[in-house]
């Protein structure tokens, strides 16, 4: 229950941050950087209907189109959080732009954006918008990939938005924010990723393990070696951590054993046993 109800606190910040960059950086400089909220944030200089509006119909409405498509579940989760954050564009709307240089803003929307997406898809949830086109899309062309369909989705809500703009500039803008935003969603399921693998060397192999397994959650593997030099066994032991979880590792093998050998290797990717691939 307490797992649960932190991945619905991290959703509801990720959907925060999303209307956040949206309503302070990414609409008032006229930036339409794809997605539903670009379109929504040209339907607003076309007819001045609130983002917020705009953003719940466009999406309540590919949720009907692609509502046997798609599951029960995920039409659900998504709707729930279409609606928040439709929510949180409304609430946002009363804090003054924070900058009008729209290099700016293209470059900090784009990364407080990104993180926002990124939060909600590390929880296995979605903003809606074009992720529900790019899968309704995927279902009749399954051999197309996502990345490719929500590509092209938001090429042609870009523009659109020169259509009706008529500024080339502001195409450039949105597609620089495009582009920042992808990398701080790339960037933050990287970083999620990357997990240490520790070696530890040591004549008292027994009682650190002992240790380990008494106080840690993780586990243990046990690996016979023997010293090229000295030509004694030994045991090297195997674990992987978190980042945030070595110090108090260190700690524990130093109190066994102050001369142990530790060789801290980083890892890109860890699947299984309390370690999740973050999508």
């Known amino acids: 229950m307490k797992k649960r109800i932190g991945d619905y606190l991290v959703i509801v910040l990720g ?6 960059a949206v309503r302070t950086l990414i609409a008032p400089n006229q930036i339409v950087q794809g997605g539903v909220s670009g379109l929504a944030i040209v339907i607003y200089y076309l007819s001045e209907i609130p983002i917020s509006v705009s953003n719940l119909v466009i999406n309540v409405l590919l ?24 929510g949180f564009f409304e609430v946002f709307s009363a804090i003054p732009p924070l900058t009008n240089d729209r290099i700016l803003a293209s470059l900090f929307g784009g990364i407080i ?7 909600t898809l590390i929880k296995g949830s979605s903003s809606g918008g074009t992720d529900i086109a790019g ?29 009706v703009f008529r500024d080339l500039s502001l195409v450039m ?5 495009l ?4 990398f701080s969603i790339d960037f933050l399921m990287k970083t999620l990723n990357v997990s240490k693998i ?14 380990l397994i008494a106080t840690s959650g993780r586990g243990v593997t046990i690996i016979n070696v ?7 066994k030994k045991l090297m032991l195997m674990c992987v951590l978190k980042e945030y979880e070595i110090p108090e590792f260190q700690k524990k093998v130093d109190e066994i054993d102050k001369e142990a050998f530790m060789v801290f290797s980083e890892s890109q990717q860890i699947v299984g046993n309390g370690f999740r691939l973050y999508k």
């Open 226 to 232: 023997t010293g090229a030099y000295t030509n004694q």
């Open 135 to 163: 899968r309704i899309t995927q279902h009749f062309f399954p051999y197309m990939s996502i990345g490719k369909l929500l590509l092209f989705i938001d090429g042609l809500v870009i523009f659109w938005g020169y259509i």
């Open 113 to 119: 954006y990104g993180l926002g997406i990124g939060l």
């Open 63 to 86: 949720i009907l189109i692609g509502i046997r498509i798609l599951g029960k579940e995920f039409i659900i989760k998504t709707l729930v959080c279409v609606t928040i954050l439709s």
């Open 179 to 182: 582009f920042v935003s992808t």
């Open 198 to 211: 520790v070696f530890v060397i040591s004549e008292k192999g027994d009682l650190i393990v002992e240790k």
């Open 15 to 20: 959907l925060a941050i999303i209307a956040f």
């Open 173 to 177: 803008y949105g597609i620089i924010t």
